[in-house]
């Protein structure tokens, strides 16, 4: 079955770095693209990053661009976000998100998330 | 960037009820629309894709529809499990957008 388990979530102080993993299982990794979401507590959705399943174009929310970079391992069916110069707005829990190859597929499968918390 | 406006924010209803969430695209998106179901301290999960797919395993008191820029969510008789926070994504461009959420309560 599709497994995608985050980690790497702790609490950070501002201005510090963190990298998430999520490892993926149950599916051809290689074959499908990847994005995180986040959620900071009480709030809604928000996306944060999109790449390719053979990593050739990545994309980014405003808010984090320039701080965040995702990226992936196919051989070790593993995705990244390395992110940088963290705020305290940063503080949520990040999904990652499975789609499929094809124009507009919705985000099918998310794993449990991870949560980040930046704070003094 | 697309906007995406979802209404209500929060409703309150019985089991049984007709529920409708409706959501609004700042631009066309032409079907592109998901639709989410999240409870608290869990994932989302996708109900809907493409506007009115309704996914494998999802009871079908859920449906979607589209009207122009303006996408529905009814659940046709609200089950004890359908307490929860539903979501309205598009996935037209991009730049992904989630719509604010509307939780559904008792």
């Known amino acids: 079955q599709v497994q995608l388990v985050e980690s790497g979530g702790g609490v950070v102080q501002p201005g510090g770095s963190l990298r998430l993993s999520c490892a993926a299982s149950?599916?051809?990794?290689?074959?499908?693209?990847m994005h995180w979401v986040r959620q900071a507590p009480g709030k809604g959705l928000e996306w944060v990053a999109f790449?390719?399943?053979?990593?050739?174009?990545?994309y980014y929310a405003d808010s984090v661009k320039g701080r965040f970079t995702i990226s992936r391992d196919n051989f070790k069916n593993t995705l990244y976000l390395q992110m940088n110069s963290l705020r305290a707005e940063d503080t949520a829990v990040y999904y990652c998100?499975?789609?499929?190859?094809?124009?507009?597929?919705?985000?099918?499968?998310w794993g449990q998330g991870t949560l980040v918390t930046v704070s003094s | 960037d697309i906007q995406m406006t979802q209404s209500p924010s929060s409703l309150s209803a019985s089991v049984g009820d007709r529920v409708t969430i409706t959501c609004r695209a700042s631009?066309?998106?032409?079907?592109?629309l998901n639709w989410y179901q999240q409870k608290p301290g869990k994932a989302p999960k996708l109900l809907i894709s493409?506007?009115?797919s309704l996914q494998s395993g999802v009871p079908s008191r859920f449906s979607g529809s589209r009207s122009g820029t303006d996408f529905t969510l009814t659940i046709s008789s609200l089950q004890p499990e359908d307490f929860a926070t539903y979501y309205c994504?598009?996935?037209?461009?991009?730049?992904?957008?989630f719509g604010q959420g509307t939780k559904v309560e008792i």
């Open positions: 998100a499975k789609v499929r190859e094809v124009p507009g597929s919705p985000f099918d499968f």
């Open positions: 149950g599916f051809t990794f290689s074959s499908s693209g």
């Open positions: 790449i390719r399943n053979d990593g050739s174009n990545k």
């Open positions: 631009q066309s998106i032409n079907n592109y």
């Open positions: 493409a506007a009115s």
């Open positions: 994504q598009h996935s037209y461009s991009f730049s992904w957008t």
